[in-house]
């Protein structure tokens, strides 16, 4: 049963976030990004993607949150994590993994401020046929 086989390698490659791309034009668009869809698999109505993402210096996610878990870890660079609230809840650089909620309760934005690009792998874990991320408005911070 290849899914079964391919979840457990994309879970060690992934390892534990981040980021993605907005569903919408109305909210806040995501920029500098590029993402190359590494393995993606469908068991028990559940999709796994694992995707390596490169957000240039001066980069955004946009504003988004997940309809599912998301894991990574950062290859490259340092990605700098913001919470609804404005406030900054982690900046991760290689080597380190990170790890994002799900739903609208959990509205985030991951930026490159360093001066090189960020390299990150990450997994999606999220309902079978959802979308990896769904973009939302800036919730009131004073940066998009």
Same mark, same amino acid.
């Given at each position: ?53 490169? $957000? ?41 993994? $990170? ?46």
């Amino acid at each position: 049963m290849k899914p079964v086989r391919c979840f457990p390698a994309a879970l060690t490659i992934a390892m534990t976030s981040a980021v993605l791309f907005p569903a919408s034009a109305a909210a806040t668009p995501s920029s500098g990004i590029e993402a190359e869809t590494m393995v993606q698999s469908t068991l028990n109505g559940r999709d796994f993607v694992t995707r390596e993402l490169t $957000i240039a210096p001066g980069g955004t996610t946009g504003w988004h949150y997940h309809p599912g878990q998301v894991f990574g870890v950062i290859k490259q660079g340092t990605l700098t994590h913001y919470k609804g609230d404005c406030s900054v809840d982690g900046v991760y650089s290689a080597g380190d993994s $990170i790890s994002e909620g799900s739903g609208t309760g959990y509205i985030h934005e991951g930026r490159n401020e360093g001066p090189v690009p960020v390299v990150m792998w990450v997994l999606y874990i999220k309902p079978a046929g959802s979308q990896l991320a769904v973009d939302a408005p800036n919730p009131g911070c004073p940066f998009e």
